[in-house]
C-alpha cells in the first residue's frame, strides 16, 4: 500500500523535526518547508496527501497558504490542518474562512495530531498499521 505523503509547513527547525519524525514513524512520507511560498512551490510540484501548515511564517502567513490552496481548483481537495500557537477565537474562525479542515493548537498532543491526519486521510488504524 503506497503511504500518504504529508507537507509540514513550519518555520521553527526543531518543531519541523519533531513533526517530521512524528509522522515518519507512523509511515507517512513527508517533506518540510520553512515558509508559505516554498509550501505553494512544493504543492505545485508534487501535490501531498495532505498539509500541516504553522500560522507564522516569515514570508506569507498560513492563512494566506492556506487560502492560495483551497481557491485553485487543482489543490482544493488537498485536506489542511493547521498547527499553530494561535488560539484566539477570532484566528480560529479565520481558519475556517480560508478552507482550514482542523485547527490544533500548540503546544498539541501527538496522539491527537495523528487522529485528526488519519481521520482526514481516511486511515482507520490509529495503532499505525495499514487501512484495511
Same mark, same amino acid.
Given at each position: 500500500?503506497?503511504?500518504?505523503? /504529508?507537507?509540514?509547513? &513550519?518555520d521553527e527547525?526543531?518543531?519541523l523535526?519533531l &513533526?517530521?519524525i512524528?509522522f515518519?514513524s507512523k509511515?507517512y512520507?513527508?517533506? +518540510?518547508?520553512?515558509?508559505?511560498?516554498?509550501?505553494?512551490?512544493? /504543492?505545485?510540484?508534487d501535490a #501531498?496527501d495532505?498539509?500541516?501548515?504553522?500560522?507564522m511564517? #516569515?514570508d506569507?502567513d498560513?492563512?494566506?497558504?492556506?487560502?492560495?490552496i483551497?481557491? @485553485?481548483?487543482?489543490?482544493? *481537495?488537498?485536506?489542511v490542518v493547521?498547527?499553530?500557537?494561535k488560539k484566539?477565537?477570532?484566528?480560529?474562525?479565520? +481558519?475556517?474562512q480560508v478552507?482550514a479542515?482542523a485547527? /490544533?493548537?500548540? #503546544?498539541?498532543?501527538?496522539v491527537k495530531?495523528l &487522529?485528526?491526519i &488519519? +481521520?482526514?486521510?481516511g @486511515? @482507520?488504524?490509529? *495503532?499505525?498499521?495499514d *487501512?484495511v
Amino acid at each position: 500500500m503506497e503511504k500518504n505523503r /504529508i507537507l509540514v509547513v &513550519e518555520d521553527e527547525e526543531s518543531l519541523l523535526k519533531l &513533526e517530521s519524525i512524528l509522522f515518519t514513524s507512523k509511515g507517512y512520507q513527508v517533506t +518540510g518547508v520553512r515558509g508559505g511560498n516554498d509550501a505553494l512551490k512544493a /504543492i505545485a510540484q508534487d501535490a #501531498p496527501d495532505l498539509v500541516v501548515l504553522d500560522l507564522m511564517l #516569515p514570508d506569507m502567513d498560513g492563512f494566506e497558504v492556506c487560502r492560495n490552496i483551497k481557491e @485553485n481548483p487543482a489543490t482544493s *481537495a488537498i485536506p489542511v490542518v493547521m498547527l499553530t500557537a494561535k488560539k484566539s477565537s477570532r484566528d480560529l474562525e479565520h +481558519g475556517r474562512q480560508v478552507g482550514a479542515d482542523a485547527y /490544533i493548537t500548540k #503546544p498539541f498532543k501527538s496522539v491527537k495530531v495523528l &487522529e485528526v491526519i &488519519e +481521520g482526514l486521510l481516511g @486511515n @482507520n488504524s490509529a *495503532a499505525g498499521g495499514d *487501512a484495511v
